[in-house]
């Protein structure tokens, strides 16, 4: 009994490992650079647009197209000077559409008036087109 309660020298390691450490997977430290890598990129993807968005912004503005009388031309002009005076008259006029975008401009059939003071004296039908990407559509109008 006086062996049992002497105590015991320690003995060496075994040269044997552990059954869980001979089978085991030696998980490597992941390091945080591979979750800092997602983000860097994503935050150069965000300004990467920004810049874009701003710069479409300045330089691919739509404007609205100019519309211009080019020349008019006065034809069969008939007029009265009596006590009710009195004109008739056909116009040829060429309107031009000068489309300043970097993309086509429809327009849908429409009519123009022309005015006298505060009175319409003539109507022209302008037929549905389409003025090409920084282009200009010559019309003729009678």
């Given at each position: 009994m006086q062996e049992d309660l002497q105590a015991k020298s320690l003995e060496p390691i075994e040269d044997c490992p552990?059954?869980?450490?001979?089978?085991?997977?030696?998980?490597?430290k992941q390091d945080k650079n591979s979750s800092k890598c997602l983000v860097y990129i994503l935050a150069i993807m965000v300004i990467q647009g920004s810049i874009?968005?701003?710069?479409?912004?300045?330089?691919?503005?739509?404007?609205?197209?100019?519309?211009?009388?080019?020349?008019?031309?006065?034809r069969n002009l008939k007029y009265g000077?009596?006590?009710?005076?009195?004109?008739?008259?056909?116009?040829?006029?060429?309107?031009?559409?000068?489309?300043?975008?970097?993309?086509?401009?429809?327009f849908d059939k429409s009519t123009g008036t022309v005015w006298c003071g505060s009175e319409v004296v003539g109507l022209m039908k302008i037929p549905k087109?389409?003025?090409?990407?920084?282009?200009?559509?010559?019309m003729k109008f009678l």
């Open positions: 552990r059954s869980d450490m001979m089978f085991g997977w030696i998980e490597p874009l968005l701003v710069l479409a912004n300045i330089f691919l503005r739509a404007r609205t197209p100019d519309f211009e009388i080019g020349s008019v031309k006065v000077n009596s006590s009710a005076p009195s004109f008739n008259f056909t116009l040829v006029t060429q309107v031009t559409v000068e489309n300043t975008n970097f993309g086509e401009f429809r087109g389409i003025a090409q990407a920084r282009a200009t559509e010559k």
